[in-house]
């Protein structure tokens, strides 16, 4: 049996990507998580889960009992607090614990970026923190890495979040610093081949892909695979500081860890030390074939909310309240709590439910229903609606109608296209809102079927 491995940082992109690899290539896994019931509601199963914070050093030293090797993938960039003092506090507990229960090594994701530079306060915390988990004697094997690409990377979610929403982008010289992206692929390859690797100490491994590019061929490039016509402006004015406040305005959602980031920029990502490419037996991607890679694992990575009723009734009357949804008669459940996120949204800026329907019995394609749009629609059998609220990611919910010898069955399903790690929180958060809201409004619609018109 291969022995238990300690994985932190579940919940994070990285962490969760490299967990499902864990688990299909059949290591047991526990996973250290602030929040249990968050990580159970990603659908994961044979896994044991841990709650506990790498900041409380009773939890650590209770997850590492029987741990044979101990992924260290966290941060605390998303801190109101000193992130720094945070890291520092939490490598000691972890690395002090991995001593103590005999850990016989620690694998830690760090960062590129050259120790002789005056770093980033980031940069600067991620090399520390890589010299405090050596500092028990517990062998550790550090990856430093630049920008990871992938769908729903933080980093390549914020220059999605700029290509998309800009057709013109100011750029300030930081878009001119060089760079060595890796492909998530590529990445998981190397922490994965870290379990296997002989040790006679510590080591540390700059990775990266197989080519360097600006922070703007990045934002060209993925410009050019999507089909979007941007505008690069080149000013020399915008310094990383005043550009983390720029990048709030225009991707509010990842503000707080954003701007930690942006005033890394200045600094070069890029590997000055070849050993992983003569010590793994790894190929990287360039940078193209990465973005190509992300755009095509986006429609795999949906996330639903799927029910199901059955009535005693035909497809007509099953789907008449289906129809008649929305507007002046509601959600069949809990309204107030509609009634609230409209008005969240318009605070937000949005649509809300002002715009109501058209018709409180009739829909068509390209109807509104509050703050959704009517997507498709066969009369007796399935409405589809897209959401138009403001919302980290692009939503649906459907409803469909299936006759058989008992009458009929609803199903309804509700479709959530995450953006990046902000996306994904946002949908585990309201997870139990749905078992609320969505099973109320489904047997509400049954209770109403036979009983419209």
Known sequence: ?????????????????????????????????????????TGLSGVEVQAGDVLNSASVNEAMAGV?????????????????????????????????????????LGGLG????????????????????????????????????GSGSLSFEMIRALVERLPVMIAPRWVSVAAQPIAIADLLSYLIAALDLPLDGSKTFEIGGSDRVSYGGLMREYARQRGLKRLVISVPLLTPRLSSLWLGLITPLY?????????????????????ALSTFPIQPSGFRDAISAALKADGKHLLTDFRTIRVSVGPEAAFAPIRKIGGARGWYYANWLWQLRGWLDNLAGGVGLRRGRRDADALQ???TVD???????????RLRLSAEMKLPGRAWLEFKVTEDSAGCLISQTATFDARGLLGRAYWYSVCPLHEFVFSGMLRGIAARAGTEN
């Open 114 to 149: 050259q120790s002789t530079d005056e770093l980033s306060a980031h940069l600067r915390s991620r090399q520390e923190v890589g010299e405090i988990l050596r500092s028990t004697g517990v062998p550790v094997i550090e990856f430093r890495a630049s920008v990871v690409i």
């Open 365 to 367: 394609v390209g109807d």
């Open 255 to 275: 503000v707080r860890v954003g701007r930690k980031l942006i005033d890394s920029i200045r600094h070069e990502t890029v590997v000055e030390d070849q050993t």
């Open 1 to 41: 049996m291969k022995p238990l491995i300690l994985l932190t940082g579940a919940t994070g992109y990285v962490g969760g990507q490299l967990l499902k690899a864990l688990h299909e290539a059949g290591y047991p896994v526990r996973c250290l998580v602030r929040r249990p019931e968050a990580f159970k509601a």
């Open 68 to 108: 044979t090797t101990a992924y260290y993938l966290v941060h605390s960039m998303g801190s109101t607090q000193s992130f720094e003092d945070q890291d520092r506090v939490a490598a000691q507990n972890f690395a002090n614990a991995a001593r103590a229960a005999g850990v016989e090594r620690i694998i830690y």
């Open 371 to 381: 703050f959704w749009r009517v997507e498709a629609i066969e009369p007796g059998r």
